[in-house]
């Protein structure tokens, strides 16, 4: 199994300020085929399901604030929310879809300093 | 547009039973794979099961192997997960999900709860 392992487990950001949310994989999650790592990022606020970020690590979903961005091929990945915003507040998950069983980290719980 | 809704969660003792399903609109339910993964109260979403696009192959977490039967319709667009002999553990809210060009589409959840 794919281990995603996320780092820091919480953050407290000034609005307007940068925040930077680290995961690593155990094993690659690029397909050498496409030249895509199979790599989403997701938003989850209390009581809703988790909301796509970002695919392929680095595209960002339809919708989503040019804020949020994402980066890293291989086994190192990163996502970042250039300038917090109070919308923000929330835990974020990194997830891999190159293998079964599909696998996800452990969660960044986002806050306002 | 993706569309994806749970029903068939519940209240249920240890050792029982229940069936969820999912229901899929906006895309074409027959081309994809679909999952199941649930979301304990207050951790993170854990994979739980996969079925092909044609049903011919499933894939189980271990925790719920031997237990629960993923399945699927695709004259109805349904996805279905057979839970039994179930435990507290299994608590959880279940989502199905669709991965399709790289994005995970998600369904709004179904609560399931087992306590005697």
């Known amino acids: 199994d794919i281990v995603m392992t996320q780092s820091p487990d919480s953050l407290a950001v000034s609005l307007g300020e940068r925040a930077t949310i680290n995961c690593k994989s155990s094993?690659?999650?690029?397909?050498?085929?496409?030249?895509?790592?199979?790599l989403t990022w997701y938003q989850q606020k209390p009581g809703q399901p988790p909301k796509l970020l970002i695919y392929?690590?680095?595209t960002r979903e339809s919708g989503v604030p040019d804020r949020f961005s994402g980066s890293g091929s291989g086994t190192d990945f990163t996502l970042t929310i250039s300038s917090l915003q109070a919308e923000d507040v929330a835990v974020y998950y990194c997830q891999q879809y190159y293998s079964t069983p599909l696998t996800f980290g452990g969660g960044t719980k986002v806050e306002i300093k | 547009e993706v569309q994806l809704v749970e029903s068939g969660g519940g209240v249920v003792q240890p050792g029982g039973s229940l069936r969820l399903s999912c229901a899929a609109s906006?895309?074409?339910?027959?081309?994809?794979?679909m999952h199941w993964v649930r979301q304990a109260p207050g951790k993170g979403p854990v994979w739980v099961s996969r079925?092909?696009?044609?049903?011919?192959?499933?894939t189980y977490a271990d925790s719920v192997k031997g237990r629960f039967t993923i399945s699927r319709d695709n004259a109805k667009n349904t996805l279905y997960l057979q839970m039994n002999s179930l435990r507290a553990e299994d608590t959880a809210v279940y989502y199905c999900v669709c991965y399709g060009s790289g994005r995970g589409y998600w369904g709004q959840g179904t609560l399931v709860s087992v306590s005697s």
């Open positions: 392929w690590a680095s």
């Open positions: 906006g895309f074409t339910f027959s081309s994809y794979f």
């Open positions: 079925v092909s696009s044609d049903g011919s192959s499933t």
């Open positions: 094993q690659t999650v690029l397909y050498s085929s496409t030249n895509k790592n199979s």
